[in-house]
């Protein structure tokens, strides 16, 4: 019996295996690569599937796709593990997919977890993947840019695998719930989903684990407390909480409340918030409340989101956290925010004049002749860099739309903005 093989029904077994989809119709997730009409959907269907390799976090469908390739195609189907095996492993089967061969049947190797091959180990695939004798589907939740070697990396298909939506996870669950014979509510099931954070085997095995909790058919709140051994915090990721605790988180940054911002963070964070979500909030608050009063905001706030992405959960909170905090104590200024909305507003009310003739570019002699260009000053060939020529169209002449405020950096280009004006003036 091989790893794909489908053994009767055990209730002993993980929920996740025994709910373990056979076939791409009840496949749940990846539709950007296994959609309908999609290259791989269709190279599995047609069996003629290449050597690929599946990219993707933990419990997103890597080992199911592999078993649904195991069951559609006419090959020799080869589970391997990079955690059990070894040079010796591999060259013996190799040397029998060689042998598949001869005899007129491919052999398609699943390696799990590529990326603990060192060098030489996934060395030895590459000949008898350069000669034929195997179709190599790797599955890692590792970079294939760093983890697998170039030369066989090159003669595989890389597909990226995303985490599951909490919509799918929670479509999982109700079929566990199915199997299991048991209930609970939408915001349980939710909770589950939020919490697993795109993982199907952790959201299954937490319900696994509630489900045998429970004494009767439904499964109340306090047992996935238990289970979960912290508390379930109220939080829908669509709906109006989660709209709140963002609201509270950027409004403690902009009241320069740190303890508060640090707090309504935490709360994001322990409900399984989507960390690049609050990335994407914090470097809003850099751009909208902090300014240029702190122009360093934006780039703390960017090289968190980079931070957070590369380290993952739980470390990277850490890097949302110090961010948050910097962005709560640094200098407040949304003068930059409050010109662009002046500037729009100018522009929907006003009419869209031409732009002046001086501001045009020439670059023919027709244009140049009909006084594109003429009149232009290049500021480098005047004084501090300052002309006194009018850059807006002339019935905003004259128009201040940016007004700095005093505070942080942008007392100081509130200094140099002075100077320019006042220049320009005389």
């Keep these: 019996m091989s790893l794909f093989d489908s053994p009767p029904p055990d209730s002993t077994r993980p929920l996740a295996e025994r709910l373990r989809p056979q076939s791409l119709d009840d496949y749940i997730g990846q539709e950007h690569i296994l959609g309908p009409g999609k290259p791989l959907r269709r190279a599995i269907e047609n069996d003629q599937l290449g050597s690929i390799i599946l990219w993707g976090p933990p419990g997103v469908g890597k080992t199911t796709l592999a078993s649904i390739i195991a069951r559609t195609t006419k090959a020799e189907f080869v589970p391997f593990s990079a955690v059990m095996s070894g040079i010796k492993e591999i060259r013996e089967v190799m040397a029998r997919a060689e042998q598949t061969r001869r005899h007129g049947r491919r052999t398609v190797l699943f390696v799990d977890e590529i990326h603990r091959f060192n060098k030489a180990q996934q060395d030895a695939f590459l000949p008898y993947v350069e000669k034929g004798d195997v179709t190599l589907i790797g599955a890692t939740t590792e970079n294939p840019s760093f983890e697998v070697v170039g030369a066989l990396l090159s003669r595989s298909r890389v597909f990226t695998l995303q985490a599951l939506a909490t919509e799918q996870l929670i479509t999982l669950l109700r079929r566990g719930l199915q199997l299991l014979e048991k209930q609970a509510t939408d915001e349980l099931l939710e909770q589950i989903a ?203 002449a004259g128009r201040e739309f940016y007004q700095p405020t005093d505070r942080g950096v942008e007392k100081k280009i509130a200094e140099r903005l002075r100077e320019i004006r006042e220049s320009k003036r005389q």
């Design 194 to 396: 939020v919490f697993a954070n795109g993982d199907a085997r952790t959201a299954y095995n937490i319900l696994d684990l509630a489900a045998t909790a429970s004494d009767g058919r439904e499964i109340p709140t306090a047992i996935l407390e238990e289970v979960l051994s912290r508390k379930v915090l109220l939080y829908d990721k669509g709906g109006e909480e989660h709209y709140n605790l963002v609201s509270a988180l950027h409004k403690s940054v902009r009241a320069s409340d740190a303890d508060a911002a640090l707090y309504w963070l935490a709360r994001m964070l322990e409900s399984g918030e989507d960390r690049m979500y609050i990335a994407r909030r914090l470097v809003r608050m850099a751009v909208e409340d902090i300014g240029l009063a702190d122009p360093r905001a934006v780039e703390q706030a960017i090289a968190c989101q980079q931070t957070a992405h590369f380290l993952g959960v739980p470390e990277g909170d850490q890097a949302l956290a110090q961010v948050t905090l910097y962005l709560a104590l640094a200098a407040k200024s949304d003068a930059a925010y409050r010109a662009l909305n002046t500037v729009r507003a100018e522009i929907r009310q006003g009419v869209a004049e031409p732009v002046p003739m001086h501001l045009r570019n020439a670059p023919t002699k027709l244009m140049k002749g009909m006084g594109y260009g003429a009149g232009y000053k290049h500021a480098h060939q005047f004084a501090d860099a300052v002309t006194g020529m009018e850059c807006l169209p002339p019935s905003l």
